[in-house]
Each structure stands twice: as structure tokens, then as C-alpha cells.
């Protein structure tokens, strides 16, 4: 059984840096796309940032490019996601998703796995 477990949330100020980590277990690490997606009250769930197999290809939103850095650490099976700068509108529950393609992929129906979530709440 494929499980995903994420850990980091909280609650931060503005301008603050935060690292969300999600542990992958029931399934290769190595071969295994990992994402991160968030939802915000009264939205519908988006994109954040992607990891292809290797981790030599990445992929972010528009609204996170610069800020955010997803990596993989494939001795621990963990996928990371370092948060700069943090604004008001990064509030959301960040959830941790695993697909089976190779490259990095934005669209949530292409993830297959996904983790139960994590808070993060910016303050101004």
C-alpha cells in the first residue's frame, strides 16, 4: 500500500521561510514523480511544484517560481518543500501527491497517491 505522509506545517509571519517534507513509503522512491498541491479555504486545490523521477527536472506555479524549491532526498524516500518568503495567499493545507510518469506533471489527476495534508498558515 502506497502511503504519503506530510510534516512541517504551522503557522509563520510574513516574510517568513517554512520546509514541508513528505515521506513515501509502499512504493519505488526512485521511480516515482512526487508533487506538491494546495488547497485554501473556498478554492479548489492547485498546483505548487513537481519533481520528475531523478530529480533533475522541476516544475513550480507562476505564483511560487523563485520562492519555493522542491528536492528529493532518495535515502530518506522524502520530497521537500522549501518555502521563502511567505506571503498572506500561501495559506492553504499543502498536500504531498506521487504519480507513475517519469517528468514532472501539473495536472492533480495525473497524481494517483496523495497524502492527508498539512496546514500552513502565514500571518500578516
Known amino acids: 500500500q502506497v502511503q504519503l505522509e506530510e510534516s512541517g506545517g504551522g503557522l509563520v509571519q510574513t516574510g517568513d521561510s517554512l520546509t514541508l517534507s513528505c515521506v513515501l513509503s509502499?512504493?519505488?522512491?526512485?521511480?516515482?514523480?512526487l508533487g506538491w498541491f494546495r488547497q485554501a479555504p473556498g478554492k479548489e486545490r492547485e498546483f505548487v511544484a513537481a519533481s520528475a523521477w531523478g530529480g533533475d527536472s522541476t516544475l513550480y506555479a507562476d505564483a511560487v517560481e523563485g520562492r519555493f524549491t522542491i528536492s528529493r532526498d532518495n535515502t530518506k524516500s522524502t520530497i521537500n518543500l522549501q518555502m521563502n518568503s511567505l506571503k498572506s495567499e500561501d495559506t492553504a493545507v499543502y498536500y504531498c501527491a506521487g504519480s507513475e510518469f517519469a517528468h514532472t506533471v501539473g495536472i492533480a489527476e495525473k497524481y494517483a497517491y496523495w497524502g492527508r495534508g498539512t496546514q500552513v498558515t502565514v500571518s500578516s
Open positions: 509502499g512504493r519505488t522512491f526512485s521511480r516515482t514523480g
